[in-house]
């Protein structure tokens, strides 16, 4: 695990773009799992910036998102995939075919999981998985419990979850669904990079955990311990929880 601490929430964010175009410089039919959230809205705006100076680069990379609210698709606001579609991917321009999303509208929802998993291996599995961290340390819809499910799978979200995301439809929590579609831990795990992006206090309790904190299902993000390459984008905000010290996080 790699911490890279940044001042501002700007900075990790434009760091973490940076990191994400060269990975797409390195392998130009890079696979890579994208999250939604307000944390990545900076670091797409970014990567978007930064591909405008060099469109072509992403003309072979492939993306699969990484979760979506069941009961959602592409014509409502508040679906990852139209908040995926607006903040990055209509501006990147990639072929519809190298686009994957989770069908929340799925009248199978086990069957609508196994193509999506099939899908991911088809490509050749994740290059590159973006991850923001929820305060509970749950990362995709991978809630925190006595347990966690290692493929795609239909999720059932937590109540402090669901609130958190009540700002994609208009702070009525009560439209925020009970359930979503998640890649696995490990389908996240199985990325050959991760770039988890965490930023502001209310990430700063679930960063130090699941940096030095056990690993355990209470906290999911405290498995990417165990990933080689997973690094951490977090600002000074998020980061608070960590001690500064030899070999330890210092301000990039
Ligand atoms: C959400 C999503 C995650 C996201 C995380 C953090 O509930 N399921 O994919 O990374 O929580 O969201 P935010 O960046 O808005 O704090």
């Known amino acids: 695990m790699e911490i890279r601490r940044f001042a501002s929430s700007d900075d990790a964010a434009s760091a973490a773009a940076a990191r994400v175009v060269e990975v797409v410089r390195d392998k130009p039919h890079a696979v890579i799992g994208l999250p939604a959230g307000r944390t990545m809205v900076p670091v797409y705006a970014e990567m978007v910036r930064l591909a405008r100076s060099a469109p072509s680069q992403w003309a072979q990379v492939r993306t699969f998102q990484v979760d979506e609210f069941i009961g959602l698709g592409r014509g409502d606001a508040g679906s990852f995939r139209s908040f995926l579609e607006r903040h990055l991917l209509d501006a990147l ?15 199978d929802a086990l069957a609508e999981c196994e193509r999506y998993e099939r899908a991911i291996a088809e490509a050749g599995g994740l290059d590159l998985q973006l991850l923001g961290i929820g305060a509970n340390g749950h990362i995709g819809f991978n809630e925190p419990g006595d347990s966690l499910t290692a493929r795609t799978h239909l999720a059932t979200l937590h109540d402090e979850t669901r609130r958190a995301n009540a700002m994609w439809f208009e702070n009525d929590v009560l439209r925020v669904p009970h359930r ?29 955990r699941a940096v030095t904190g056990t690993v355990t299902t209470k906290l999911p993000a405290s498995f990417l311990q165990l990933h080689r390459a997973a690094e951490f984008y977090v600002d000074a905000a998020a980061a608070k929880g ?11």
Request: aromatic share 2%; no cysteine.
């Open 242 to 252: 960590l001690m500064p010290g030899p070999g330890g996080p210092g301000l990039h």
């Open 180 to 208: 979503a579609l998640s890649m696995g831990m490990a389908t996240l795990l199985g990325a050959r990079t991760v770039v988890l992006v965490a930023t502001g206090d209310s990430k700063a309790d679930a960063v130090a």
């Open 93 to 107: 321009k990639l072929a519809a075919d190298h686009v994957a999303f989770l069908n929340g509208e799925a009248s």
